[in-house]
């Protein structure tokens, strides 16, 4: 079920994530979204759902928000030119892969159990000063449990054991992530880049938020209208207001 995110949560929005890492913006977004759905009955769960799910929860959302267009804007890593294109919602929806399951990973009598990585576990990776150690938490977590030959649980994997670990997390998560294939038509180069859909909205978002001010700051002078009657006006009617208000 998509749910879009009437004004007064957008203003909600901008202003609990203001100074806040993106992966709590994202997490901000499909709370306020999610928080009127009856099957929604632990929003604080949200942070251990996979990634996959959280991004295919934020494009539904966010197409029911602004609707199936996504305008974006990428710079060519070879001459520096913007490109302006489109994407669509449905589109990546349609292309989407489901949450990978935990599978078990057997090297030298070691038996590894790896699970899709979750918003907390990029906060955690977040946290680290270095992008090596980033990396090393991410595999860190997505471990959910390892036994050695001996058949007991250990929290320490042994070196030659690591890299075969790391390889199929980065692989996983991988063919989890939003690729874009992308060309330059300044200089002709192709190049392929990550889309972050919790980043889009974000940025979608706050910028309709601050549009929402100025048109609650304008009707309000000139009408003496609440912010509560405001926001909860189509935005149909707000905007015929909002011309009234320029023309007299």
């Given amino acids: 079920m998509e749910h879009a995110l009437p ?11 203001a ?3 993106p992966v709590d913006r994202a997490l901000i977004l499909l709370r306020l979204a999610e928080r009127a759905m009856p099957e929604t009955s632990a929003t604080e769960a949200l942070p251990l759902l996979p990634l996959a799910e959280r991004d295919r929860r934020l494009l539904i959302h966010r197409r029911a928000t602004f609707g199936d267009r996504m ?7 070879s001459c520096g030119a913007t490109q302006e294109f489109e994407l669509s919602a449905a589109e990546i929806l349609t292309g989407l892969d489901e949450p990978r399951p935990e599978e078990i990973l057997e090297t030298d009598g070691w038996l590894v159990r790896v699970r899709a990585l979750r918003s907390a576990d990029l906060a955690a990776a977040a946290r680290e000063k270095t992008p090596e150690r980033a990396a090393a938490v991410l595999v860190a977590q997505a471990i959910a449990e390892a036994r050695g030959p001996d058949g007991e649980t250990s929290n320490r994997l042994p070196d030659h054991v690591w890299p075969l ?4 997390v980065a692989e996983r998560e991988a063919a989890a992530e939003i690729s874009l294939g992308l060309a330059c038509p300044a200089c002709g ?3 392929t880049a990550g889309f ?11 910028a309709d938020a601050r549009r929402l001010l100025s048109e609650v700051a304008a009707l309000a002078e000139r009408f003496g209208w609440s912010e509560e009657a405001l926001l909860t006006m189509p935005a149909s009617r707000r905007r015929a207001y909002l011309e009234l208000a320029r023309v007299t």
């Fill in 7 to 17: 004004p007064l949560a957008r203003l909600e929005a901008r202003e609990q994530g």
């Fill in 19 to 21: 100074h806040l890492h």
């Fill in 71 to 77: 305008p974006c804007l990428a710079e060519c890593p």
């Fill in 165 to 168: 670990i790391e390889a199929r």
């Fill in 189 to 191: 180069a192709g190049w």
């Fill in 196 to 206: 972050d859909i919790g980043a889009h909205f974000w940025t979608e978002v706050e």
